[in-house]
């Protein structure tokens, strides 16, 4: 048998698979089935409130999982899926209420990543995946961030390498028929208004959190964390620490700092995205005192980063 059989044989058992997407690690289970999804928030240990994305192979399915699906919906499906855009929809009847955590809309997206797309083909039903780590810490970016998490708590990782994209889907919801952004993710919000013009930003002040991805803490690791303006002067106030740097394009040169991450040396916001989690994997396993990371260009996938930089570095608990 092969891996994707392998894991195919495990999610037909009602059972949970981490499985590749090209945004990162997903912990997989058959979308229709109660006992996966409970395991899914159980392994995880994540608030049921918190929803899950639907991942589906073809468009054709989408309308059975979602209904009353707009225009700007479908123009941006055609855009970008499959690929790392999650789409907020009413929900069909049919989708139980643990995955949408009792709303009457459901998450819903086509991955790109070979391996999960020919899962999928091999399946009967879709697959709910929320990222494969434990609630609020960082996302795994390749099986052995995975194995590492959650290694002794699932049965089967399924290898499809490091995750080429590195962040999040990005997540539009509609109002109407008006597009709001949820979570800023692998697809910049520039790209999406290409498409579909001016994008609104959501606000949580309406209802309590739609989308907790949106929580103010969230992908967060062990090792204290500090995102600043001003590297040289967070150096100084933190003499004598052993410190560890996350820095864009260009090493700063101070003998006293114990490691430094570069997630683009040649200056490129894609190419950092990718890099951002694993390099924060990384250094949360040197015994680092603090870790000090540099606030990115407000453009593209640098709006991404340091969406994901500020919840890591937020002092408040999500729940
Ligand atoms: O890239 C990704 O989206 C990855 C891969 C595995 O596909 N998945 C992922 O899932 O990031 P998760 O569960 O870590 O994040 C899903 C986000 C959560 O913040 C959740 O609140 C939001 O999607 N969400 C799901 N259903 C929603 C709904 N009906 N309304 C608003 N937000 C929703
Ligand atoms: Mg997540």
């Not at 697809?187 to 002040?205: C, P």
């Not at 640098?302 to 937020?314: V, Y």
């Amino acid at each position: 048998m092969n891996n994707i059989d392998i894991a195919a044989d495990f999610l037909r058992k009602d059972d949970v698979v981490a499985i590749p997407t090209e945004t990162v690690y997903g912990l997989a289970g058959n979308a229709y089935s109660e006992k996966a999804i409970k395991r899914i928030f159980e392994v995880k240990n994540r608030p049921f409130f918190n929803p899950l994305i639907v991942h589906i192979k073809a468009i054709d399915e989408l309308t059975q999982i979602a209904t009353n699906i707009p225009s700007a919906a479908y123009k941006l499906a055609d855009a970008f899926w499959p690929g790392p855009l999650t789409l907020v929809l009413d929900k069909q009847p049919s989708i139980p209420e643990l995955v949408t955590g009792g709303k009457k809309t459901v998450a819903v997206r086509i991955p790109s990543h070979p391996v999960a797309l020919e899962l999928l083909g091999n399946l009967e039903f879709p697959l709910v995946a929320p990222s494969a780590n434990p609630f609020n810490y960082l996302s795994p970016t390749s099986a052995e961030h995975v194995k590492s998490q959650l290694g002794d708590k699932i049965p089967f990782v399924l290898d499809g390498g490091d995750c080429a994209k590195g962040v999040e889907s990005t997540i539009i919801g509609f109002d109407g028929e008006k597009p709001v952004l949820y979570r800023l993710g692998a697809i910049s919000m520039e790209d999406i208004e290409d498409v579909i013009g001016h994008l609104e930003v959501f606000t949580k002040s309406e209802t309590s959190p739609n989308a907790p991805g949106m929580l103010s803490k969230h992908y967060s690791p062990t090792t204290k964390f500090c995102l600043t303006e001003n590297i040289e002067q967070e150096l100084a106030n933190n003499k004598g620490k052993k410190i560890g740097l996350l820095i864009f394009q260009q090493k700063i040169d101070d003998d006293s700092v114990a490691h430094q991450e570069i997630l683009s040396d040649r200056g490129s916001l894609d190419e950092a995205a990718s890099n951002l989690f694993s390099a924060l994997h990384k250094m949360d396993k040197l015994n680092l005192d603090v870790i000090l990371a540099e606030r990115f260009p407000d453009k593209g996938l640098g709006k991404t980063i340091n969406d994901r930089l500020q919840r890591a570095a937020s002092q408040t608990k999500a729940h």
